[in-house]
């Protein structure tokens, strides 16, 4: 059974920084591990993801702020956030999904975290 979970959420103040992390359990190839996120009133969406051999995609919104990274021995993909904004604002999700083909794509990953909250105040 595979089972993520995320820490480092919290509040912070707009231009501030956080680092979130989501260990995974569970005897699977994990190729792609990403991070997506639920603003207030919206869809879940992309932000990151990072492949087994550490290809990195972004979305538009976060480049230049975030940077995804992974452990591979430790089962761990993590998500640093720079230069935060009140728009960041939301419930953030780590995912994985054994396919070799990775998408910045909520369909395409099979599994979830349960989701921290990252509050940015301006």
């Known amino acids: 059974q595979v089972r993520m979970m995320e820490s480092g959420g919290g509040s912070v103040q707009a231009g501030g920084s956080l680092r979130l992390s989501c260990a995974s359990s569970g005897y699977i190839h994990r190729n792609c591990m990403g991070w997506f996120r639920q603003l207030p009133g919206k869809k879940r969406e992309g932000v990151a993801y990072?492949?087994?051999?550490?290809?990195?995609i972004y979305a538009d919104s976060v480049k230049g702020r975030f940077s995804i990274s992974r452990d591979n021995a430790k089962n761990t993909v993590y998500l640093q956030m720079n230069s935060l904004k009140p728009e960041d604002t939301g419930t953030y999700y780590c995912?994985?999904?054994?396919?070799?083909?990775?998408?910045?794509?909520?369909?395409?990953?099979?599994?979830w975290g349960q989701g921290t909250q990252v509050t940015v105040s301006s």
């Open positions: 990072i492949t087994n051999g550490g290809t990195t």
């Open positions: 995912a994985e999904e054994t396919q070799t083909r990775c998408a910045l794509n909520v369909g395409l990953f099979s599994y």
